[in-house]
């Protein structure tokens, strides 16, 4: 007997199943282990996908349903298999068991994104097993390795070297995001567009002398410490934008409260504000509005009694649409004042530009559809996230990508901030079948709306 014969459960037995083959992403290549969700895949789809492995055990997997009509577009299903590490003692139960409490399905990748992969494929199988029409264009699902890590190794991988396998014009992937509740009519997020990397390697050059005299000494470290603290505590620039406004409206958030978060000149004094009372949707307010800036790594010296002549310091920055790498370069000058700038060296280490999808077309419209008929509204909210996903690869292509998803009615934005990369990671029963029948909709409706 097959484990998912059950429709009611198939996608949530099939993200416990995922869930417990723990995929963890630490950054080294041999870590993921994406092979085992390959498996589990082609169990529960009853064929094997094309299989890609750039590096031992990375996995991703490929299956193409091919359109009936020549020329209409093909839509992508664009989910990752990997998680990131969970640290056991801040959970309150095995981070592996996926076991369901409480009406819950707990684990690491509950919601990052095992819940929608899950989804993306009991819907698929619709496809596969020839149980609803065929779409008029192609219909992918490509399960992918490698995003908690940045997708070398799986979608930047496949976009990059096998495209025709993934070849597409549109593409569902994340973030999914709760239905706004807190104005009179309801609203739904969908993602359609994410900031880029700036990273950057900051150096500082000194003199290498015996540190038991320090005095009038060039030390590398100080230098670098004293630009760490600037490039930590100078603001950064502000970037509003209509996209920003709608989102903000959508939150129903007090009015005053809310006419300040669209003021470029009280954003800061609003975030400050909206902090005492929802700390995680102030820290997402603030990198939706601004360049990020945050050091992170710093590495100085050689030897305890030497004075230290090389350090380096590492730093995470992100870009809004409009935000350049020449305005990272600048700002980054800026912080620093003009005598440290004069004694440092500014180096791109991942570079990219914020992508974005237009808020329009017939999968939008699609997803207008299904969120009439499910939810009661046409209102989709356009939402930039500030994290990196696999979209970027395929939008640098041309291609329109969205996240969506459809949550229980008791979830809200913050508790999907917190719990995304953090502690008791869980997802309703409701919420996992709830995206089953979303998905559902609006893959019907995409392939009305592309019907010749
Ligand atoms: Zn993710």
């Not at 969205?402 to 409701?430: C, K, P, Q």
Request: hydrophobic share 40%; charged share 20%; proline share 7%.
């Amino acid at each position: 007997m097959n484990d998912y014969d059950d429709e009611d459960t198939a996608a949530v037995r099939l993200l416990q199943a995922l869930i417990r083959n723990a995929c963890v992403n630490t950054g080294e290549p041999d870590s993921g282990d994406e092979w085992k969700s390959v498996e589990t895949l082609g169990e529960y789809l009853g064929v094997p996908g094309v299989v890609v492995e750039p590096a031992p055990g990375r996995q991703s997997v490929v299956y193409r349903i091919p359109g009936t009509t020549p020329g209409a577009p093909a839509l992508a299903l664009v989910p990752h298999l990997d998680v990131v590490p969970a640290n056991v003692s801040g959970w309150s139960c095995d981070p592996f068991a996926a076991d369901i409490r409480e009406g819950y399905v707990w684990g690491r990748g509950a919601l990052d994104m095992l819940n929608i992969t899950a989804a993306m494929a009991v819907v698929f199988k619709q496809y596969l097993d020839g149980d609803v029409p065929p779409l008029p264009g192609d219909l992918v699902l490509a399960a992918v390795a490698d995003e908690e890590a940045g997708g070398r190794l799986g979608a930047g991988h496949l976009v990059e070297h096998e495209w025709p396998l993934v070849a597409c014009d549109f593409l569902l992937t994340e973030v999914a995001a709760p239905t706004f509740h807190r104005t009179p009519d309801p609203s739904l997020p969908v993602t359609v567009g994410e900031k880029g990397p700036g990273w950057r390697q900051i150096h500082a050059v000194g003199t290498p002398s015996h540190a038991s005299q320090p005095f009038g000494s060039d030390n590398a470290l100080l230098a670098l410490a004293d630009a760490t603290v600037r490039l930590g505590t100078t603001p950064t620039p502000v970037s509003i934008d209509d996209g920003w406004n709608s989102f903000v409206d959508a939150l129903g958030l007090p009015g005053d409260l809310a006419n300040a978060l669209k003021d470029p000149d009280r954003v800061d004094d609003a975030i400050e504000e909206l902090a005492l009372t929802e700390p995680a949707l102030a820290r997402w307010a603030h990198a939706c509005t601004h360049m990020t800036v945050a050091p992170t790594m710093m590495q100085a010296g050689t030897k305890a009694n030497t004075i230290a002549d090389t350090a380096t310091l590492s730093v995470d920055i992100r870009v809004l649409p409009g935000q350049s790498q020449d305005d990272v370069d600048a700002h980054i000058r800026k912080a620093m004042g003009e005598f440290l700038a004069d004694r440092i060296e500014i180096e791109p280490i991942v570079v990219g530009p914020a992508t974005r999808s237009d808020a329009a077309g017939s999968l939008w419209e699609a997803i207008a559809d299904a969120s009439e008929q499910h939810i009661g509204t046409r209102t989709l909210v356009p939402m930039m996230i500030p994290v990196a996903t696999d979209a970027r690869f395929f939008r640098q292509r041309g291609v329109t990508a969205y996240g969506v998803g459809w949550f229980d009615d008791d979830t809200n934005l913050a508790d999907i901030i917190g719990m995304f990369h953090g502690n008791d990671e869980r997802v309703s029963v409701t919420s996992v079948n709830r995206s089953v029948t979303f998905l559902e909709s609006v893959l019907r409706n995409f392939g009305i709306r592309t019907a010749g």
